[in-house]
């Protein structure tokens, strides 16, 4: 028995961008639906080809109907970097954040002081990483973006990423200083508030990043049962995270910038990185 060829073949699912344009593009109303249209005008127009609008909600993902992209005027390659800069306002891509809710909730299952030697062990290869000398050490170069990282963070120099890193580790060594005395913070992190403002020199920002270091660590082997508390606090990216997923946290933030400083190393010219290494 011959199987006709329309049995065997199938239509294959379409594309996930094709299934995101057709849900967030809107379609114009059925010819008759509006108020006034009689109904023989509706039947004769019903085999119309639908008119795409752009959808009148502009968000993350707003897009037109795909024939008229091509109309649109496209952004010269020379202008591609600012337009990913410009962007930079929604942070992460969404797998990197989910990839790392996930993560911080399973590092917080090790013991608080095998944090705590990781923590210190990424915070001194930060500081080996940076350049010593003046020049180089505050010299803002562009760098490709890493995992973890926002756009907006690229160009900055080797003096304020440890000012970034000193910045969000006092917001957190306040919060745990809360959340171990039982008072509930009223810090909301926002990723604008904490970037560095390059007003610092190497040295200086070097002196607060260790000084933020030693606090912190000084603060988490003080305070004892107290990190058992059920006290959350939001993470913009993690949700609402205890004090010892906030010291994992910590942790993940300073190797997530590794490779960052590598980059930046390299490109002031620095070459030998071999022994910083955690």
């Given amino acids: ?36 249209v009689s109904s023989s005008s509706a039947k004769r127009n019903h085999g119309a080809k639908p008119v795409y609008k752009r959808n009148p909600n502009p968000g993350l993902y707003d897009s037109a109907h ?18 990913e800069a410009a962007r930079s306002q929604f942070g992460v891509p969404f797998f990197e954040r989910a990839y790392g809710w996930v993560l911080v909730r399973v590092v917080a299952m090790f013991p608080v002081e095998t944090l705590l030697v990781r923590f210190q062990r990424v915070s001194n290869t930060l500081l080996a990483l940076c350049p010593e000398q003046e020049a180089a050490g505050t010299r803002q170069v562009l760098v490709r973006r890493f995992a973890g990282i926002e ?13 970034h890193l000193a910045i969000v580790g006092r917001h957190v060594i306040a919060l745990t200083e809360a959340l171990c005395a039982g008072r509930p ?53 993690f949700g609402a995270l205890r004090i010892k997923q906030w010291l994992a946290f910590m942790t993940l933030h300073h190797m997530v910038h590794v490779p960052h400083m590598e980059a930046i190393a390299a490109a002031v010219g620095v070459t030998d990185t071999s022994q910083a290494r955690f």
Wanted: hydrophobic share 40%.
């Fill in 66 to 83: 795909p024939k008229a992209l091509a109309a649109e005027p496209q952004p010269a390659e020379k202008d591609m970097a600012h337009a």
């Fill in 151 to 163: 756009e907006s963070s690229r160009d900055w120099s080797g003096a304020m990423l440890l000012e």
């Fill in 185 to 237: 913070s009223t810090w909301v992190l926002r990723t604008r508030d904490v970037k560095p403002a390059g007003a610092l020199t190497r040295q200086e920002s070097a002196a607060a990043f260790e000084a933020m270091v030693r606090a912190y660590v000084e603060l988490v082997r003080s305070e004892g049962i107290a990190f058992r508390s059920p006290m959350r606090h939001q993470h913009p990216w």
């Fill in 1 to 36: 028995m011959k199987i006709p060829v329309s049995v065997v073949r199938f239509r294959p699912w379409p594309p996930l961008h094709i299934l995101l344009q057709r849900h967030l593009v809107t379609r114009a109303p059925r010819p008759g639906a509006e108020r006034g």
